[in-house]
């Protein structure tokens, strides 16, 4: 079992900047590719980013590249989620999730996932 927490959402003004942290727990955070997702009011839950067990690879959703960054420090069993010049419609909950293998822009390859952090950008 692999346990996520998220933090770091908020209430921001538009053009500003969050940074989200998704602490894991439970078995060798390395051995697991992690994905960020968000589910805004009314709307299904979609992919944002993802990055593989060395931070080598990632991967993120043309709506949000060169906007969000995502990374990760296996010491600190720690994924992030850095969200600059955010727009109200960035406003959702975001999930982070871990999967085996390589990341993934599906959520059913997901394994295991957090509670969710809310962010909220206001204009």
């Known amino acids: 079992q692999v346990q996520l927490v998220e933090s770091g959402g908020g209430l921001v003004q538009a053009g500003g900047s969050l940074r989200l942290s998704c602490a894991a727990s439970?078995?060798?955070?390395?051995?697991?590719?992690m994905g960020w997702f968000r589910q805004a009011p009314g709307k299904g839950r979609e992919f944002v980013a993802a990055?593989?067990?060395?931070?080598?690879?990632?991967h993120s959703v043309d709506s949000v590249k060169g906007q969000f960054t995502i990374s990760r420090d296996n010491a600190k069993n720690t994924v992030y989620l850095q969200m600059n010049s955010l727009k109200p419609e960035d406003t959702a909950v975001y999930y982070c999730?871990?999967?085996?293998?390589?990341?993934?822009?599906?959520?059913?390859?997901?394994?295991?996932w957090g509670q969710g952090t809310q962010v909220t950008v206001s204009s």
């Open positions: 439970g078995r060798t955070f390395s051995n697991y590719a």
């Open positions: 999730a871990a999967k085996g293998g390589w990341g993934s822009p599906r959520q059913n390859e997901y394994d295991y």
């Open positions: 990055i593989d067990w060395s931070g080598g690879r990632t």
